[in-house]
């Protein structure tokens, strides 16, 4: 049964059109994310579903009776309810259900059995049974837990918590109200790793339907079920995990530019047919020709998206030992945030901090490079390091300045550099004259990016980098780490920046730091125990194969079967290489590149397929009982 159904939904603000043509469906038990770059219009198309925002045309239909329940980027406003109440208040007065009840029970037991009294207890039952029954309370303690909250601060006031705080407070007031449709807008927002896990187990256990939107790639393919991509005003349907659409897009992709460039070539071959030909002997082949390249429906040439792209520029080498702490305390007022006897942090390691919310880590690394003071111990740069550091929270970016402006302040580069390089992070043309003031979060982040690739340093403290980017800039941003020669400090709760970058690990547990060597898989690994590491090995002992006694003599044709299936492995790799070429943002914003790949994509393509044909022929005759 459809959930969603949405038919023919447009919407513009001003001249700008957000959503064209949008249709879809989304089916109960279905958990549809939905993909596009910032500004396409995915946040509108939530809130015109909750009914927030009306469409200028097009239907929303949901079942009557249905409930909503939208979550986005808006925390509550910051006043005097309790975290507890203002969590319950999508269930309705459900503690005066409650109670009315319990009057009504009463009355029916001292012998009321009248119409009005049974139809009010039915009314009753059915309230509470929405809210999830008598154990409503339990629910509502166990998302508020689960999103890292403690007990305790379901009696504390909204005005007491912080702005993330108040951001996951909206999260859990949103899936406590049980809806039979559920809309999510960046539902990962300050969420801890903890967090994180527990909220992918929720969804995925949700009985409705979810229309989320999310930059996290982990997160996405951990609870997706379809892909619906928005762009250029329309949607697009994907039946498939978020993996599989990724793959799918980039064979799409490589198919419309074959597509594009034989009609092309077609095109060019009748064109030169009818100009050489116009008169003479061949005049009337070539009408002919020409009445046949009028009637071709063109292939539009494929668009693509401009990605972000940009890399690190050479630095200065730094001693071996980068950075050297002994003994460190951190303190937060009176309280205790952790003890640290000591690391080194050596030249070109990539450390990444991780732990939960209000753990520190923040405190961490600005204590690291001297942003703070430590309560007590020894934090030593090493010679020639250069610190540039990313916050999260700072944004000394100046308001009434243009996006050159505030890019050439603080820098040795001309202006023609700096045009160079905000072209690499989508500031193209005319865009450097925008005023910082009326940038989005993303295009801010972009630019402030920019600014901290521009100071040549070789030590990047990144304090959550990838906050308000598209999934694009986040691949754009791993990339450039990955090929940064310098040292990189790395906080994030995004689990595939941490993957793709971490070397090392430095993970706050009990008041304690706690270094491992590897990236977050490994860390991952480690903290789940001896466990796993001993199922890995047994299970590996219990299969591993027999060893081969007396073993039959392998005929010619046997042994072309085990020859072809080696070429077929090879080749396959090579095509998965060439796919993840497809897939690189720096190839995809080469167009030369990008079509010279897609081509190689293709032809392998061809000749695996020839491979195929090769190998079924040939395991036939090994198989037949002329070759036996």
């Given at each position: 049964?459809?959930?969603?159904?949405?038919a023919?939904?447009?919407?513009?603000?001003?001249?700008?059109?957000?959503?064209?043509?949008?249709?879809?469906?989304?089916?109960?038990?279905?958990?549809?994310?939905?993909i596009?770059?910032?500004?396409?219009?995915?946040?509108?198309?939530?809130?015109?579903?909750?009914?927030?925002?009306?469409?200028?045309?097009?239907?929303v239909?949901?079942?009557?009776?249905?409930?909503?329940?939208?979550?986005?980027?808006?925390p509550?406003?910051a006043?005097?309810?309790?975290?507890g109440?203002?969590?319950a208040?999508?269930?309705?007065?459900?503690?005066?259900?409650?109670?009315s009840?319990?009057?009504?029970?009463?009355?029916?037991?001292?012998?009321?059995?009248?119409?009005?009294?049974?139809h009010?207890?039915?009314?009753?039952?059915?309230?509470?049974?929405?809210?999830?029954?008598?154990?409503?309370?339990?629910?509502?303690?166990a998302?508020?837990?689960g999103?890292?909250f403690?007990?305790?601060?379901?009696?504390?006031?909204?005005?007491t918590?912080?702005?993330?705080?108040?951001?996951r407070?909206?999260?859990?007031?949103?899936?406590?109200?049980k809806?039979?449709?559920?809309?999510?807008?960046?539902?990962?927002?300050?969420?801890?790793?903890k967090s994180?896990?527990w909220?992918?187990?929720?969804?995925s256990?949700?009985?409705?339907?979810?229309?989320?939107?999310?930059?996290?790639?982990?997160f996405?393919?951990?609870?997706?079920?379809g892909?619906?991509?928005?762009g250029?005003?329309?949607?697009?349907v994907?039946?498939?995990?978020?993996?599989?659409?990724?793959?799918?897009?980039i064979l799409?992709?490589?198919?419309?530019v074959?597509?594009?460039?034989?009609?092309?070539?077609?095109?060019?071959?009748?064109?030169?047919?009818?100009?050489?030909f116009?008169?003479?002997?061949?005049?009337?082949?070539?009408?002919?020709?020409?009445?046949?390249?009028a009637?071709?429906?063109?292939?539009?040439?494929?668009?693509?998206?401009?990605?972000?792209?940009?890399?690190?520029?050479?630095t200065?080498?730094?001693?071996?030992?980068?950075?050297?702490?002994?003994?460190?305390?951190?303190?937060?007022g009176?309280?205790?945030?952790?003890?640290?006897?000591?690391f080194?942090?050596?030249?070109?390691r990539?450390?990444?901090?991780i732990?939960?919310?209000g753990?520190?880590?923040?405190?961490?690394?600005?204590?690291l490079?001297?942003?703070?003071?430590s309560?007590?111990?020894?934090?030593?740069?090493?010679?020639?390091?250069?610190?540039?550091y990313?916050?999260?929270?700072?944004?000394?970016?100046?308001?009434?300045?243009?996006?050159?402006?505030?890019?050439?302040?603080?820098?040795?580069?001309?202006t023609?550099?700096?045009?160079?390089?905000?072209?690499?992070?989508?500031?193209?043309?005319?865009?450097?004259?925008?005023?910082?003031e009326?940038?989005?979060g993303?295009?801010?982040?972009?630019?402030?990016?920019?600014?901290?690739?521009?100071?040549?340093?070789?030590?990047?403290v990144?304090?959550?980098?990838?906050?308000?980017?598209?999934?694009?800039?986040?691949?754009?941003?791993e990339?450039?780490?990955?090929?940064?020669e310098?040292?990189?400090?790395?906080?994030?709760?995004?689990?595939?920046?941490?993957?793709?970058?971490?070397?090392?690990?430095?993970?706050v547990?009990?008041?304690?730091?706690?270094?491992?060597?590897?990236?977050?898989?490994?860390?991952?690994?480690?903290?789940?125990?001896?466990?796993?590491t001993?199922?890995?090995?047994?299970?590996?002992s219990?299969?591993?194969p027999?060893?081969?006694?007396?073993?039959?003599?392998?005929?010619?044709?046997?042994?072309?079967?085990?020859?072809?299936e080696?070429?077929?492995?090879?080749?396959?790799?090579?095509?998965?290489?060439?796919?993840?070429?497809l897939?690189?943002?720096?190839?995809?914003?080469?167009h030369?590149?990008?079509?010279?790949t897609?081509?190689?994509?293709?032809?392998r393509?061809?000749?695996?397929?020839?491979?195929?044909?090769?190998?079924?022929?040939?395991?036939i005759?090994?198989?037949?009982?002329?070759?036996?």
């Amino acid at each position: 049964m459809a959930s969603i159904h949405l038919a023919g939904i447009t919407k513009s603000f001003g001249a700008r059109t957000v959503l064209g043509d949008v249709s879809l469906r989304v089916a109960t038990g279905e958990r549809i994310c939905l993909i596009g770059r910032n500004g396409v219009g995915k946040t509108t198309l939530l809130r015109i579903i909750a009914g927030e925002v009306n469409a200028d045309s097009g239907e929303v239909g949901i079942p009557k009776g249905w409930r909503v329940a939208l979550h986005d980027q808006r925390p509550p406003r910051a006043d005097g309810r309790t975290l507890g109440a203002y969590v319950a208040e999508l269930l309705g007065d459900v503690e005066a259900v409650e109670r009315s009840l319990g009057e009504l029970e009463a009355a029916m037991a001292g012998g009321d059995h009248s119409d009005a009294t049974m139809h009010a207890y039915s009314d009753a039952q059915r309230a509470l049974d929405q809210a999830g029954g008598y154990g409503w309370r339990v629910h509502v303690e166990a998302v508020v837990r689960g999103l890292g909250f403690n007990d305790s601060d379901l009696e504390r006031e909204l005005s007491t918590f912080s702005g993330g705080e108040l951001t996951r407070a909206a999260l859990a007031r949103t899936l406590s109200a049980k809806p039979d449709i559920l809309l999510l807008d960046e539902p990962t927002n300050h969420l801890d790793l903890k967090s994180l896990d527990w909220l992918e187990g929720e969804l995925s256990d949700f009985p409705g339907a979810i229309l989320l939107v999310s930059h996290d790639r982990w997160f996405l393919e951990a609870v997706s079920t379809g892909v619906v991509e928005l762009g250029r005003g329309r949607a697009k349907v994907y039946n498939m995990k978020y993996s599989a659409y990724r793959k799918e897009r980039i064979l799409e992709e490589t198919q419309a530019v074959d597509a594009f460039e034989k009609q092309q070539e077609e095109i060019e071959r009748l064109e030169r047919f009818i100009s050489r030909f116009s008169a003479g002997t061949r005049a009337k082949q070539a009408k002919s020709l020409g009445k046949k390249l009028a009637k071709i429906e063109r292939v539009e040439m494929p668009r693509r998206d401009v990605a972000m792209k940009f890399g690190f520029p050479k630095t200065a080498k730094p001693s071996r030992v980068v950075m050297e702490v002994e003994d460190l305390t951190l303190t937060a007022g009176d309280r205790i945030l952790f003890e640290l006897g000591g690391f080194v942090l050596e030249r070109g390691r990539r450390m990444a901090v991780i732990g939960p919310n209000g753990a520190g880590k923040t405190t961490l690394v600005e204590t690291l490079i001297g942003e703070r003071e430590s309560a007590g111990g020894t934090i030593k740069l090493g010679h020639n390091v250069e610190v540039a550091y990313f916050s999260q929270h700072a944004d000394d970016l100046p308001p009434h300045a243009t996006v050159l402006e505030a890019m050439s302040a603080g820098n040795k580069l001309g202006t023609t550099d700096c045009r160079t390089l905000l072209g690499r992070f989508l500031f193209p043309g005319s865009e450097v004259e925008k005023k910082v003031e009326v940038l989005s979060g993303g295009e801010r982040r972009r630019l402030l990016l920019a600014r901290m690739v521009a100071t040549g340093a070789n030590l990047l403290v990144l304090d959550e980098p990838t906050n308000h980017l598209d999934v694009e800039a986040r691949e754009a941003l791993e990339e450039a780490l990955d090929a940064f020669e310098g040292t990189v400090l790395l906080v994030s709760h995004d689990r595939a920046l941490i993957d793709a970058v971490a070397d090392e690990t430095l993970s706050v547990e009990g008041g304690t730091l706690v270094r491992r060597d590897g990236d977050y898989n490994d860390f991952v690994a480690a903290t789940a125990g001896g466990v796993q590491t001993k199922t890995v090995k047994k299970v590996a002992s219990a299969t591993a194969p027999p060893k081969k006694r007396n073993a039959p003599k392998t005929t010619p044709e046997q042994k072309r079967v085990r020859e072809l299936e080696a070429e077929v492995t090879a080749k396959e790799q090579t095509i998965a290489a060439l796919e993840a070429e497809l897939e690189d943002a720096s190839v995809r914003a080469d167009h030369q590149l990008f079509i010279q790949t897609a081509k190689a994509h293709s032809q392998r393509q061809e000749e695996l397929k020839a491979l195929m044909k090769e190998w079924e022929a040939a395991e036939i005759a090994a198989n037949s009982p002329v070759s036996g």
